[in-house]
C-alpha cells in the first residue's frame, strides 16, 4: 500500500488568485511525466468514442436539474427513433442551436441507452448560447449534433483494479473524481462505469450551493462514496479535501472550472506518479501574453488586445456577429484570417498548411509582434 499524499505544501484555499496564471505551466510540468496526458482536458485531440457527421436530433425533454433554475437537461433522439451513435463517459456532442451558434456539452447520460443523449446546459450570464437554449428552446425542437467525441476518457481498461483481486496486479489503486458545479456532467456516467467494473473510487462534489448543484439526487445511491461540498456551508474546498484520501498509484479525474483545475494541477505536480485527467470549461488563463494591436481590413478600426484578454472577446465588442463555441483551440469555429503579421498559435487544431496560409484560431492564439491585421 503505498502512502497517503502529504500535503502540507499546497495551496491555502481553492478560490485564491494565487499563481492562477501558472495552471498551463503546471500542466507543461506535469504533461512530461504522463506522456498520455497530452490533450486530455483540451480537446485537442480525440480520443476513444466513434465520431459521426453532423445529424438533426429532436428535443424530446427539458427539465429544470438544479433548484436554482440555472440548468437544464436535454433528452436527444433522432426523428425516427433510430439507435444513435455510441459513447463512452467523457464523451461530448458539438450542438448547432437554431440560431446558427455553437457549443459543446458533454454527455451526461446512460451510454447503454442506445437511442437518447442527455446534455445539461448551466445558464451563463451573457451567455447567448445557454440563453437561447433556456429560453427559446422547447421540447419538439431540432437541433443539428456533431459527435460524440471523446477528449476525456475514462481509461480503465489496463487498470489494476477493473480486473478485480485476481487481475495479477499487487497494486490496489482507485480513482478520485472531482467535479465542480456544471462539471459534474461528465463525471455522471464515470461513476457507473467504475461501478460497473468494480473499480474503487470516491467523488467530491463542489458548488456554490446545494440549489446551485444539479443531479445531486442521482448521486445519493453511492452512499458515502460521495462528499458534497457547498460553498455557503463548508467555506470553499481546500486543495486536501479535493484530494480526499487519493494515493500515489491512483488516478484523479477532475472537470470543474480553471481553478480547480490549477489547483489540482498544482497539487500533482510533486507526485508524478498520479494519473491525471481533467477538463476545464471556460476559457483558460493566458499564459504570457503580451500586449498587441489589431487592425481589422473591412473597417479600419484599430483594437487593442491587452495581455490578460483574448483577440475574440476584444474583437467581439467591435463585431459583436463573429462567431465562436469552445473558446479553447480546438473546434475551429473562430478561424480568422490574417492578412499582414505574424502569429504565435495557441491551439491543438490547425494544420501547418492551415497556419502558413495565415489561418489563426482568434479565442486563443495571439500576435508574436505589436500588430496583426485580420480579415474581419
Ligand atoms: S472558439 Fe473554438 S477554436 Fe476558437
Redesign the pocket.
Known sequence: MSTPLGLKDVPADLYGKRKHERALTLMAAVAPRLPWLAGLGVRGRELGSPTVDAQQLIVRAMALVAVDDDVVSLHLRAPDNTPLPRWWPGAHLQVQLPSGLLRHYSLCGDPADTRSYRIAVRRVPGGAGSAEIHERLAPGATITVAGPRNAFPLIAANHPAAHGSNGGSTQSRSIRFVAGGIGITPILPMLDYAEQREIRWSLIYAGRSRESMPFLNELERFGDRVTIHCDDVDGPPTPAQLAGEIEEADALYCCGPPSMIHTMAELLTDYPTIEFHFERFGTPPIIDGKAFDVELFRGGEVLHIPAHRSV?DVVREARPNVR???????????LTRTLVGNVEHR?H?LTPAQRQHGEM????SRATGDRLILDL
Open positions: 475574440l465562436y463555441a469552445c473558446k479553447q483551440g480546438f473546434c475551429g469555429t473562430c491551439d487544431r484560431l482568434i479565442c486563443v
